[in-house]
Each structure stands twice: as structure tokens, then as C-alpha cells.
Nanobody, 124 residues
Framework: VQLQASGGGLVQAGDSLRLSCVVS????????LGWFRQAPGKEREFVAA????????RYADSVQGRFTISRENAENTVYLQMNSLKPEDTAVYYC??????????????????WGQGTQVTVSS
């Protein structure tokens, strides 16, 4: 299983970005998926997660109401729509897949597969 994240970039505060993550493999629809981020000098932190069917989502308090996670199983893709971006959202964003649990975990160690990360930089 391979994950390929894209969509990062340099934006100004208040702007929007949409990250995409394409997941290879025939069992994509059975995976829970998550987005995490890591800023320089900080630990990787949970951002958002979605269950295998797409009906249950979870968000970190810091992004609740601004970010939306979604998935398109027919396209093996998970998205992270990021609105009202803030400088503190600056980080490398990683997508991850969990083949063991049907729900989306907030714990990084519970994910089995990881993408390479995409840089998001928000200027003030």
C-alpha cells in the first residue's frame, strides 16, 4: 500500500487549500484514514480522521470548524479541505491509513501506512 499526498503550498493567512492523498491498493474502502501534521521542532499531531464508510469524522480542536476531511472511495482518495488558514497551521501534512480499525483513530501509532508528506506554509 502506498500513499501519495499533494496539494500543499505557500498561502496567506485566511486563504484555503485542499490536500489530496491517493492510496494504492484494492482494499482502500476498508481503511480508516487520517491526516496528521508536524511543525519544525514539534511532535506529529492529529488533525482529522474519517472512518471507512466516510460517515464518521473526527477533528483536532485546533482545526474544528475550519478543516473538513472527506473521502472518495471510487477514486481511492482522501481529501483535507483547509479554510481560514492560520500561520500556526504551518507544517508538513501527512496522510495515513489504518487497516485494522474501522473508525478513524487520533493516535499516530495506530496507523499502518503513511504518505511522504506535503508542506503547507501560511504567512501572516
Amino acid at each position: 500500500v502506498q500513499l501519495q499526498a499533494s496539494g500543499g503550498g505557500l498561502v496567506q493567512a485566511g486563504d484555503s487549500l485542499r490536500l489530496s492523498c491517493v492510496v494504492s491498493g484494492r482494499t482502500f474502502s476498508t481503511y480508516a484514514l487520517g491526516w496528521f501534521r508536524q511543525a519544525p521542532g514539534k511532535e506529529r499531531e492529529f488533525v482529522a480522521a474519517i472512518n471507512w464508510a466516510g460517515g464518521i469524522t473526527r477533528y483536532a480542536d485546533s482545526v474544528q470548524g475550519r478543516f473538513t476531511i472527506s473521502r472518495e472511495n471510487a477514486e481511492n482518495t482522501v481529501y483535507l479541505q483547509m479554510n481560514s488558514l492560520k500561520p500556526e497551521d504551518t507544517a508538513v501534512y501527512y496522510c495515513a491509513a489504518d487497516r485494522q480499525r474501522p473508525y478513524g483513530s487520533t493516535v499516530a501509532s495506530e496507523y499502518d501506512y503513511w504518505g511522504q508528506g506535503t508542506q503547507v506554509t501560511v504567512s501572516s
